[in-house]
């Protein structure tokens, strides 16, 4: 076998598995054994070893002694730590935001909430967590402290590495998500206090973290 066609086939197993550990078909703790990649995709075991290693320099896959491979756990501690942190830079990066917001962003953030809604009938939470960055984004990107909406796009960086998509996990929080947003666009439209459009920004971020962890909570699950 050629190194060119080795490259390619390990490039095919590694999206492959990505997009499968994306959308939670493969969920976190799934253990991924190498032939049976393999023959899913026809192909010898080396390719997909060699993807496999690739996700797991990327933080996706784990090896466990006796186990193997497999998709890597969150860490629910540093999931919360970060959206607690989230909650507060995105919170008061919109409420210093709002004066400089005009109707024309209101309307854009408000057609894409519109989007979102759209998505909840045929649900993609990878879609979906995209588009809800979008909308947060026209919200905070005006804050004019630089150093706030610095922290705001680390926050949103460090989650992503940690988990693609929180709706994943919790696709019923969705909903409430989307009724949230209209409610935070009422407040910028009406002119509210700053510290009321913090803390509605804020909470909703902590109420979509609450949902998770009581989703993966383990006592939770072993109770079950």
Excluded at 52 to 73: D, H, K, P, Q
Excluded at 150 to 177: I, K, M, Q
Excluded at 180 to 203: K, S, T, Y
Aim: hydrophobic share 45%.
């Amino acid at each position: 076998m050629s190194t060119v066609t080795t490259e390619s086939k390990s490039q095919r197993a590694y999206e492959w598995l990505r997009e499968r550990i994306q959308r939670r078909e493969f969920g976190p703790g799934y253990r991924l054994v190498l032939g049976s990649v393999a023959q899913a995709l026809d192909m010898s075991v080396v390719p997909v070893r060699e993807a496999i290693r690739r996700l797991e320099a990327e933080g996706l896959v784990e090896f466990e002694r006796n186990v193997g491979a497999r998709v890597s756990l969150v860490d629910r501690d540093e999931y919360a730590h970060s959206m607690q942190t989230l909650g507060v830079v995105e919170g008061i990066a919109t409420a210093l935001a709002a004066p400089l917001l005009t109707p024309a962003d209101l309307d854009r953030a408000e057609a894409v909430n519109a989007r979102l809604i759209a998505l909840l009938d045929d649900f993609d939470p990878i879609a979906f967590t995209r588009l809800n960055r979008e909308f947060h984004s026209i919200l905070f990107e005006p804050c004019p402290n630089p150093h706030i909406v610095d922290l705001v796009h680390r926050g949103w960086t460090r989650l992503h590495n940690l988990l693609d998509s929180s709706f994943a996990f919790v696709p019923g929080r969705a909903p409430e998500s989307v009724r949230e947003h209209a409610r935070i666009l009422e407040l910028l439209r009406a002119g509210a206090a700053p510290i009321e459009i913090e803390l509605a920004a804020r909470q909703h971020r902590w109420g979509t973290m609450n949902a998770y962890l009581a989703e993966t909570d383990p006592t939770t699950q072993e109770r079950a």
